[in-house]
């Protein structure tokens, strides 16, 4: 899921300009039991139209092989994050 979405902004920014905004959410217990790697369990993209500063897209993928995706809005995922979004 995260691939097709990265073709949809790839083909968005090549007829204007956008800015993309992307992190990663972790929960409570960073490193997982028998792991030596932080692996965050969401990751999301913004998408914003530079002009306008309208968010284009606000995405929210869980780290994991379910191919799921959420369009959501930036208040939305502001109250996910455990740490505040710049700007």
């Known amino acids: 899921m995260w691939k097709s979405w990265e073709t949809k902004v790839r083909k968005l920014s090549q007829s204007k300009p956008v800015f993309v ?8 217990q960073l490193l997982k039991e028998g792991h ?9 993209k913004i998408i914003v139209d530079p002009p306008t500063g309208k968010i284009v897209y606000c ?18 995922l502001k109250a996910k994050l455990p740490y505040p979004l710049v700007p």
């Open 36 to 44: 030596t790697v932080v692996k965050p369990d969401y990751c999301y």
């Open 21 to 28: 905004i992307a992190g990663a959410i972790y929960s409570d």
């Open 59 to 76: 995405l929210l993928f869980p780290n994991d092989n379910s191919g799921k995706v959420e369009e959501l809005s930036l208040t939305q």
